[in-house]
């Protein structure tokens, strides 16, 4: 095996319970490699280090795929800096995790309580695989996270962690979750689930699930973040986040901010096909499922509506303590049309906040007033069902 070419693990073999007082907690590879493979019911686990990369440091990177596949495992593992299983030191063009694998229950300090990479072409979580548990707030992985309270006490020691799975610094080409796979209960600082700079697309189909993340200042499940800033520039765009066939975005939460997603910008969000984003809460801030800065029509093409609920799909039972029970959107033209659907028997309903259900704001008016609490659709709405106000 030449550590040049490739890593790989198969054979149900097993790295457990190792420690380095530097990087590496099992495995250490000071040149750069093509691939790394844990296959065939093999783990990396129980692994730990004192600085990156829990299970595995790669520090200049791996610049190909990193693959976790049939029944494989990366779980357990933890390390004091970044990276609670993996800490890759350049951009890597896919990582994915497959056939029943598991990606879960790893912890760090810092950044990326499973994952923590320089860049990102495609993040794919395949075929009944799992990406829970992990945290980025302890060196210890906690295994059952029970949540936080009202009070946000389960998040007061993140300070500014970033990414529970990965913390992406560049950009995320995409991020699939397909086939019944689940990428659950992870928690950080910002972005439970994942945090990058830009992300191309979202997509979670098939049956597969993004919910019960959890992050305490923005983005319960996903974050943008450019850089460290008082100020919204710092953070980035997603262009699309699509929740098709089933699937579900549900129960997602954040103290501040965007129960499931905070971002500078956003271009299209479909939810379709008996898909559920519901159940997310923003707990004190805007934006129980989405909290955008920018207008979305400067992003993508405006001749498609920008917010699409279709096919017996339902958004329902979110809260925040703002604006926005669903969706706070600022920077919006209220004179441009074909920007919501809502279509085919699906349903906006029971969004409880104090102000509106879907706030849109421009320069000089919000949609809906502040007093009013009903929705304004700028499109269409037939076949389905839109109730505003407080919890209605």
Same mark, same amino acid.
């Given at each position: 095996?030449?550590?040049?070419?490739?890593? !790989?693990? !198969?054979?149900?073999?097993?790295?457990?319970?190792?420690?380095?007082?530097?990087?590496?907690?099992?495995?250490?590879?000071?040149?750069?490699?093509?691939?790394?493979?844990?296959?065939?019911?093999?783990?990396?686990?129980?692994?730990?280090?004192?600085?990156?990369?829990?299970?595995?440091?790669?520090?200049?990177?791996?610049?190909?795929?990193?693959?976790?596949?049939?029944?494989?495992?990366?779980?357990?593992?933890?390390?004091?800096?970044?990276?609670?299983?993996?800490? @890759?030191?350049?951009?890597?063009?896919?990582?994915?995790?497959?056939?029943?694998?598991?990606?879960?229950?790893?912890?760090?300090?810092?950044?990326?309580?499973?994952?923590?990479?320089?860049? @990102?072409?495609?993040?794919?979580?395949?075929?009944?695989?799992?990406?829970?548990?992990?945290?980025?707030?302890?060196?210890?992985?906690?295994?059952?996270?029970?949540?936080?309270?009202?009070?946000?006490?389960?998040?007061?020691?993140?300070?500014?962690?970033?990414?529970?799975?990965?913390?992406?610094?560049?950009?995320?080409?995409?991020?699939?979750?397909?086939?019944?796979?689940?990428?659950?209960?992870?928690?950080?600082?910002?972005?439970?689930?994942?945090?990058?700079?830009?992300?191309?697309?979202?997509?979670?189909?098939?049956?597969?699930?993004?919910?019960?993340?959890?992050?305490?200042?923005?983005?319960?499940?996903?974050?943008?973040?450019?850089?460290?800033?008082?100020?919204?520039?710092?953070?980035?765009?997603? /262009?699309?986040?699509?929740?098709?066939?089933?699937?579900?975005?549900?129960?997602?939460?954040?103290?501040?901010?965007?129960?499931?997603?905070?971002?500078?910008?956003?271009?299209? @969000?479909?939810?379709?096909?008996?898909?559920?984003?519901?159940?997310?809460?923003?707990?004190?801030?805007?934006?129980?499922?989405?909290?955008?800065?920018?207008?979305?029509?400067?992003?993508?093409?405006?001749?498609?509506?920008?917010?699409?609920? /279709?096919?017996?799909?339902?958004?329902?039972?979110?809260?925040?303590?703002?604006?926005?029970?669903?969706?706070?959107?600022?920077?919006?033209?209220?004179?441009?049309?074909?920007?919501?659907?809502?279509?085919?028997?699906?349903?906006?309903?029971?969004? !409880?906040?104090?102000?509106?259900?879907?706030?849109?704001?421009?320069?000089?008016?919000?949609?809906?007033?502040?007093?009013?609490?009903? @929705?304004?659709?700028?499109?269409?709405?037939?076949?389905?069902?839109?109730?505003?106000?407080?919890?209605?």
């Amino acid at each position: 095996m030449s550590f040049q070419e490739s890593l !790989t693990v !198969t054979g149900s073999s097993r790295f457990t319970s190792n420690t380095a007082y530097g990087d590496g907690g099992s495995i250490h590879l000071a040149r750069a490699v093509r691939t790394i493979t844990v296959s065939d019911g093999s783990s990396i686990s129980y692994s730990t280090a004192s600085g990156n990369g829990g299970a595995i440091s790669a520090p200049r990177g791996v610049t190909d795929s990193v693959l976790v596949a049939g029944a494989s495992r990366l779980e357990y593992n933890s390390v004091a800096s970044d990276g609670g299983a993996m800490h @890759l030191g350049s951009r890597l063009e896919a990582l994915t995790v497959a056939g029943g694998s598991s990606l879960s229950s790893n912890g760090c300090q810092g950044d990326g309580g499973a994952v923590y990479v320089a860049g @990102l072409g495609r993040f794919e979580l395949l075929d009944g695989s799992v990406a829970a548990y992990n945290n980025a707030s302890s060196a210890v992985a906690n295994y059952t996270s029970e949540g936080f309270g009202d009070d946000g006490t389960h998040t007061a020691r993140y300070n500014k962690t970033l990414g529970g799975v990965v913390r992406c610094v560049g950009d995320l080409g995409s991020l699939l979750i397909s086939g019944g796979s689940r990428m659950e209960r992870n928690w950080a600082g910002e972005g439970g689930a994942v945090s990058a700079h830009n992300v191309g697309s979202i997509v979670v189909t098939a049956n597969g699930s993004l919910s019960y993340n959890e992050a305490y200042y923005f983005g319960g499940a996903v974050s943008m973040l450019i850089t460290y800033g008082d100020s919204f520039d710092k953070y980035g765009n997603v /262009t699309a986040f699509s929740v098709t066939d089933g699937s579900r975005v549900d129960g997602n939460r954040v103290q501040n901010m965007g129960g499931v997603l905070f971002t500078w910008g956003i271009g299209n @969000l479909s939810v379709a096909n008996g898909s559920s984003m519901s159940f997310n809460q923003a707990v004190v801030g805007s934006g129980g499922v989405v909290f955008s800065r920018q207008d979305f029509r400067k992003l993508v093409d405006i001749a498609t509506p920008h917010i699409r609920i /279709t096919g017996r799909s339902k958004v329902s039972d979110n809260v925040s303590g703002r604006n926005g029970g669903a969706f706070n959107i600022w920077d919006y033209d209220a004179n441009v049309t074909n920007t919501f659907e809502l279509s085919d028997n699906s349903f906006l309903v029971r969004c !409880t906040m104090p102000l509106a259900k879907l706030r849109m704001c421009g320069e000089r008016a919000c949609h809906p007033p502040r007093h009013e609490g009903r @929705l304004t659709c700028i499109g269409h709405v037939t076949g389905g069902g839109v109730r505003g106000g407080k919890n209605h």
